[in-house]
């Protein structure tokens, strides 16, 4: 097992930055593709970004291409969100995710192929 525990949200004027982390204790963080999702209030939870455990293949969703960047240091046991250019709409409950795959390519934007969350952190961008 893996326990998750995201950190680094908080309140932000849009145009803002900020970056979340995924601090991963338990089991080896190398075995995990990692991703991140999101939910807003009154909406289902959605997918973010996707990680596989080398870092070599990444993915977003289109809401967020081009604006925040995943990445994650295997030294640390931790991944990372950069969210840049936030906007209004980016307003929600982050959580981070990890699952195992032998593959050290694949990654995935389905939350059912995730076993492992955490608690989540609350990011909140002003107009």
């Known amino acids: 097992q893996v326990q998750l525990v995201e950190s680094g949200g908080g309140l932000v004027q849009a145009g803002g930055s900020l970056r979340l982390s995924c601090a991963a204790s338990?089991?080896?963080?190398?075995?995990?593709?990692m991703g991140w999702f999101r939910q807003a209030p009154g909406k289902e939870r959605e997918f973010v970004s996707g990680?596989?455990?080398?870092?070599?293949?990444?993915g977003y969703a289109d809401s967020v291409k081009g604006r925040f960047t995943i990445s994650r240091d295997n030294a640390k046991n931790t991944l990372y969100l950069q969210m840049n250019n936030l906007k209004p709409e980016d307003t929600a409950v982050y959580y981070c995710?990890?699952?195992?795959?032998?593959?050290?390519?694949?990654?995935?934007?389905?939350?059912?192929?995730?076993?492992?969350w955490g608690q989540g952190t609350q990011v909140t961008v002003s107009s």
């Open positions: 990680i596989s455990r080398s870092a070599a293949n990444t």
């Open positions: 995710a990890a699952d195992y795959r032998p593959s050290e390519y694949s990654w995935t934007y389905l939350q059912s192929e995730y076993d492992y």
């Open positions: 338990g089991r080896t963080f190398t075995r995990y593709f």
